[in-house]
């Protein structure tokens, strides 16, 4: 056999930020990663550059993956958020080298569902994980200068709404922690002093939980319905587990269960992003390499 399991070790969190980003679910990327390896361990003979080779593999399985699930998308319930990527401080934690990056965030992934499926895969093929435009169009089946333009295209759409930049991880405990004050006293001057006037938040109930059906925009919607849920709920909402998601700070609580995380900039909340849906926020562990 000439694939090599320490090789491909190696590439794996590549592999598995690539597949994410394309799809948004991390189930859909770790089986793109397995496919490919399966595929590598069954060549007679070495790709020149394995990196690129199993780069240009997973985007297309993550592609084939995208386009199958455009229908489900278009029938989904409400927002649709991508799976969360939630990490604690296990050192060994094979995830988190793939939240150390910047366009894993919550906030970055969102800005990604604007785009059609070759865009997406021709922009995190390029810009993120700079694939050449030649092996891009290799991917999509399509000439060079369609893949291109595919790629321009989805620069435009993402230029013309940024996320914001990661925040410091103590902004972020500053922030979350008046976050958390202000909602366990039910205090909405206060609850509006750390929320952005342009704030959103975004709850994906998935039609099997209850959730806003549509993005809430502005301070003072997102802090009466975060309040009138505490009231429907009571305390047991906001009792739960700081945890890193998708590399910034966020908290898993159960009553209701949720994976929530906030957008910080300039010490203010501008995005509120709640997982509710319970097939997107059960805990797994990650899959390996058979034989490591």
Known sequence: MIADPAAFEEHRPHLLRA???????????????QEAWLRYAARQTAPDDLRAWLTTVVGRL??????????RRERYAGPWLPEPIVT??????????????EDVRMAAMVVLERLTAPQRVA????????????????VLDCPEAT????????RRIVE?????ARARTGEQQEVLAA???????????ALLAVLHPDVVLVNDGGG?????RRPVHGADKVARLLLGLLARYGPGMLRGEVVSVNGELGLVTGDPAAVTVLSVDGGRVVGVYGVLNPAKIARRTPRRTPGR
Do not use: K, N, W
Request: charged fraction near 25%; aromatic fraction near 4%.
């Open 208 to 212: 099997e939980v209850a959730a806003a």
């Open 160 to 164: 013309g709404t940024p996320a914001p």
């Open 179 to 189: 976050f958390a004050d202000a909602m366990a006293r039910a205090d909405l001057p």
């Open 123 to 138: 922009f995190v093929l390029h810009e993120a994980l700079a694939l050449p435009y030649g092996e891009i169009a290799g």
């Open 62 to 71: 993550c592609l084939d993956r995208l386009r199958s699930s455009a229908a």
């Open 19 to 33: 597949g994410y980003r394309i799809t948004g679910r991390l189930a859909d990327a770790e089986d793109a990663v």
């Open 88 to 101: 604690g401080d296990d050192p060994d934690d094979p995830l988190l080298a793939v939240v150390r990056h």
């Open 147 to 154: 893949a291109r333009q595919h790629a321009a295209r989805a």
